[in-house]
Every structure is written in structure tokens, then in C-alpha cells.
């Protein structure tokens, strides 16, 4: 026979463990409630992208150069995967890059986290990395060894991509962001903008995602 109060006590823990768990997404859904829908600031309400007085850009709770990735992860509520990737020359990342990727924050958005490795550091990492994976668009990626991902969670992060399962448009970012300091059009139905007060470089090409890329502002605002 089943002892009620066994019975009783799994109850009581189950109905704790979905208060936790709704908890959780209830709070991972508001720090990215702005990429849903909402890019318009509201007076007097606190913005959730800003730059200090040191410098620093603070977004989705990430505070770029200070921030290691085990808080980021925190502030993400999300583990993210953690890798060493080599981009071709004429890449706009080109060169050799420590990146976390976090596939999927509550509405399916994604980030990805450079980390801020010194030369030595990072030529340690390759040294005892796993042979290069070349994918089709020629970047190359190596998977870290385990004592390379406990040393990459203490690293901290430099710059954040945001990539919004919701589509924007130009008119969207200014109405967040404010009237950009540049446009640019590389190339037929790209566009880049900047917003140099946010630190933010967004990248819309038709029919594609947009990638918002966050990094330190050059200079005081």
C-alpha cells in the first residue's frame, strides 16, 4: 500500500518544484519582454540597455568587460556551448574568436558571447582544442578541451549578438534605440545602423533574422 503521507509529501514537493520552474521562466521571460514586441521607451521607466559611468555597456543583465560567462549565463538563465572558432579573411569577425552560443532564451531568441581570452591564453586553448570542423561558409570551429571550458566561464564577456526570433525593421530599432548615427548599405538589401550611444551595430538583410551586435562604446556619451 502506498503511505499517504509519502503521497503527500511528493505532492507538496512537485507543486514547489512547478512554482520554481514557473518562477524561472516568468523572470527569464521579462528580461527579454523587449525583444518580443515593445521597442518603444517609456518615460520614466528604466532602460535595459546603458552605458555607465566607467564605459561599460550594460545589456540583458550583462555587464560587457566585467561580466564572466558563468554570470552571464546566470543572467541569461541558460547554459550556453562553448567553442573556439576561426573566421575567414573578409568575414566580419574575421580572425580567431572564443564564443559561447546560447541557441534558444525563452522565445527562441539567440546569443552569442565573445570572450575576452589574452594571446597566451587563447594559443594554449588551439594547442588542446579538437582538430577544426570547416562548415560550408568556410568558418572553422574547434570543440574546447575540459579544462578549457572550466578556464572559459571565468573569462569575461566583451561583446554580445542578439539575434530576435521576431522580425524587425528599421523603424523598430529607432523607436528602442533612437535616431542612428550612420546607415550604411553593403551590399543589395543589407543594412547596417549605428547607434553608438548603445553601443549597438544592428544588421538587417531581407528575409534573414536581424543580428543586433552590443559592444563597449568607443568614447563618452
Not at 573578409?90 to 581570452?117: C, M, N, S, W
Not at 582538430?131 to 574547434?142: D, F, I, K, Q, T
Amino acid at each position: 500500500m502506498n503511505d499517504p503521507n509519502t503521497s503527500a509529501r511528493r505532492n507538496i514537493s512537485d507543486r514547489f518544484g512547478l512554482k520554481l520552474f514557473l518562477a524561472a521562466l516568468a523572470a527569464t521571460i521579462a528580461v527579454f519582454a523587449w525583444t518580443s514586441a515593445h521597442y518603444q521607451q517609456h518615460p520614466g521607466k528604466k532602460k535595459d540597455t546603458w552605458v555607465d559611468e566607467h564605459g561599460r555597456l550594460h545589456v540583458l543583465g550583462i555587464t560587457l568587460g566585467t561580466s564572466t560567462l558563468r554570470e552571464a549565463e546566470v543572467a541569461l538563465q541558460s547554459r550556453s556551448d562553448v567553442a573556439l572558432y576561426i573566421y575567414p579573411v573578409g568575414h566580419p569577425k574575421a580572425g580567431q574568436k572564443l564564443e559561447a552560443y546560447f541557441p534558444a532564451i525563452a522565445d527562441q531568441t539567440r546569443v552569442i558571447l565573445r570572450l575576452d581570452a589574452t594571446p597566451a591564453q587563447m594559443h594554449q586553448i588551439e594547442l588542446r582544442a579538437t582538430r577544426p570542423h570547416l562548415y560550408p561558409n568556410a568558418v572553422a570551429r574547434s570543440d574546447l578541451a575540459p579544462e578549457d571550458n572550466l578556464l572559459a566561464y571565468q573569462l569575461p564577456v566583451t561583446e554580445l549578438t542578439l539575434i530576435p526570433s521576431t522580425a524587425l525593421n528599421t523603424e523598430a530599432l529607432n523607436a528602442r534605440f533612437g535616431t542612428p548615427s550612420r546607415i550604411e548599405h553593403p551590399e543589395q538589401k543589407k543594412t547596417l545602423l549605428y547607434y553608438p550611444g548603445s553601443g549597438l551595430v544592428a544588421t538587417l538583410v531581407e528575409g534573414e533574422p536581424a543580428e543586433l551586435h552590443f559592444s563597449n562604446p568607443a568614447g563618452p556619451f
